[in-house]
């Protein structure tokens, strides 16, 4: 019998949940891929102890994103739940009201409502304001750098241009950004994998200021509305709802409150990771600036290599068999978006960073749940990189990666940089 298997050829309970420990500790945190690979070596589909299943193949993966078989676990599937503390808490049920937690027909309905929110024209429109945040960000880190010798490149630029992109493009004013940043932060810990009793108290109130400033925002914006995206918003759900308010008001809440915290931490820590990873080898960052043709690679290397997201949940619609292994109607799986990027079978020597590698990963998701801010998470990283690459071809790494104690969304808390 191996470390893994037990008699019946199952993954040892025991080393499942001694690897998930691992994956949300300081060291799991900073180095995760031989975590990945031991839940790989235990299979495709492996049990989770308490009940579902982890899903770490590329294949397998990538089946339960597209698959029409495959759900949200909603607030439908919640009702059904046995435990009411963490499926009934305040924090999981405004989070099941937004576009991730939604199935067909409303997923479809909202969606179609809002068009393909990052288009072409709607990038075009947004990229000299984004290259204005980048250039002001990277003002403040010179300045840092030159007076004290370092700098955090994670507070001083990559928690701030996501929600200088998205809170101009919403209108909300700068005074407002750190507020949201707090909240964000401690509202996540309700969506973590097996949050506590703590995780879920902490997730509520800042539920209660989210919900506040949201719904405030919207009184406002209806009060003095103009040509910017809320009051787009704001005029479409009327048109849906002429005559209940209230349940436009519901929609446009979930709406903006879903587009802006979406926009905030997993891009956060794609840009760290991004530097992180160029910086940890200095030749990438020498070979890049030499050839900035191929930033767009490094960018995607970046999502495969360490994906801002280690898991996704679905629920089974049906009684179905994934990779061998019958899955039960209202099963829920969680796909391993690390584990399955660096499945060898997909991507050849998974564990080595290769800007030039061309290869595939499933870090925005697939099919109806696709990444609704991939293209705008894309366009703020590809100029950040693009302005560090030309104003500090000197830069270099002061620490690696200091990450939030978490399973499920990564936060990069500090990256120390000097030159």
């Known amino acids: 019998m191996t470390a893994v298997d037990d008699i019946s050829g199952r993954p040892d309970r025991r080393a499942v949940i ?85 199935n067909a027909p409303e997923h479809t309905c909202q969606r179609r409502g809002l068009g393909n929110l990052f288009d072409r024209t709607t990038l075009d429109a947004m990229r000299p304001d984004v290259e204005g945040h980048v250039g002001r960000l990277c003002d403040v880190l010179d300045e840092r750098l030159r007076t004290t010798g370092e700098a955090d490149l994670a507070t001083v630029v990559s928690e701030r241009l996501p929600v200088e ?53 919207i009184r406002r914006r209806r009060a003095s509305p103009g040509a910017d995206v809320v009051s787009e918003w704001i005029r479409h759900w009327d048109a849906r709802y002429p005559d209940d308010r209230a349940a436009a008001d519901r929609g446009l809440y979930h709406l903006v409150m879903f587009i802006t915290i ?7 820590t794609l840009l760290s990771n991004m530097v992180w990873l160029l910086l940890r080898d200095r030749t990438r960052w020498d070979w890049l600036r030499r050839h900035p043709e191929h930033i767009d690679d490094a960018l995607d290397e970046t999502l495969r290599y360490d994906p801002p997201i280690h898991l996704n949940s679905r629920i089974a619609a049906a009684d179905t068999v994934l ?19 660096h499945d060898p079978r997909r991507n050849e020597d998974p564990h080595t960073f290769d800007v030039l590698r061309k290869g595939g990963h499933l870090t925005f998701g697939g099919g109806a749940h696709y990444c609704l801010g991939a293209a705008l998470a894309r366009l703020e990283a590809r100029t950040l990189l693009s302005h560090l690459l030309k104003r500090f071809p000197d830069l270099a790494l002061a620490t690696g990666p200091v990450y939030a104690p978490r399973m499920v969304f990564r936060r990069v808390t500090s990256l120390k940089v000097t030159t």
Request: glycine share 6%; with cysteine.
């Open 323 to 341: 990779a061998g292994v019958p899955v039960a109607k209202d099963t829920m799986v969680h796909v391993l978006y690390g584990a399955a990027n």
């Open 165 to 217: 992109t998205v809170g101009h493009w919403l209108g909300i004013p700068a005074e407002h950004h750190d507020h949201i940043l707090d909240f964000t932060h401690r509202q996540v810990f309700a969506q973590e994998l097996l949050p506590t009793g703590k995780d879920l108290r902490t997730s509520a109130a800042a539920t209660m200021e989210m919900r506040s400033f949201f719904t405030d925002l």
């Open 18 to 102: 001694s690897v998930v420990r691992r994956l949300r500790s300081p060291e799991g945190q900073s180095d995760p891929l031989p975590l990945w690979k031991e839940l790989r070596a235990m299979g495709d589909v492996v049990p989770a102890p308490w009940g579902g299943y982890f899903v770490t193949g590329f294949d397998a993966c990538n089946q339960v994103l597209r698959g029409r078989d495959w759900l949200a676990p909603d607030i439908a599937w919640q009702e059904r739940q046995p435990d009411p503390e963490r499926w009934h808490s305040p924090a999981t049920r405004e989070m099941s009201h937004a576009l991730s937690r939604l």
């Open 262 to 268: 979406a926009s905030l931490e997993t891009t956060a």
